[in-house]
């Protein structure tokens, strides 16, 4: 009886070993990212900034992106602000569709960042809509 229950807390855990050295060599497990919504901004229709102050209590990222919605725009860059007073300039340069992104933008300084604001500069050609910037952040 003893030789059966140790035989059988053996093979689970060599099943558990296995399982788990399964999961984390196989690719087609991607890692979990989580992104929250920080903030967003209606725009207006010529060049112009604006910022989205960060309020999220627990705000440490490691990278932002911008969503556009209700109409197109024009994003030439955007300054991310850190709590601890840097800042980060990021030059993006490119006409945004409504309902694209930007390309996910890494914070520099290879950890976790405490945003305080990110401030945006663009301008929209269209004058239909205005669009939608919003700030997601990731973890």
Known sequence: ????????VAL??????QSATTFAN???????TKWDKLGQKKVDFR???????VTLVQGLFTAIKLKIKDGPINMHRCIVHFKNGTKQDVRIRKNIPAGGETR?????GGGKRVIQKVVFLY?????????????WGKH
Do not use: C, G, H, Y
Not at 1 to 8: E, P, V
Not at 12 to 17: D, G, P, T
Not at 104 to 108: E, F, N, P
């Open 1 to 8: 009886m003893m030789k059966t229950i140790k035989l059988m």
């Open 12 to 17: 689970a855990a060599l099943f558990l070993v």
């Open 26 to 32: 196989n690719p087609t497990f991607p890692p979990v």
């Open 47 to 53: 060049l112009d900034k604006d910022e989205v102050k």
């Open 104 to 108: 996910v933008i890494q914070l520099d």
């Open 123 to 135: 301008d929209s050609k269209k004058r239909t809509d205005k669009a939608t910037v919003a700030l």
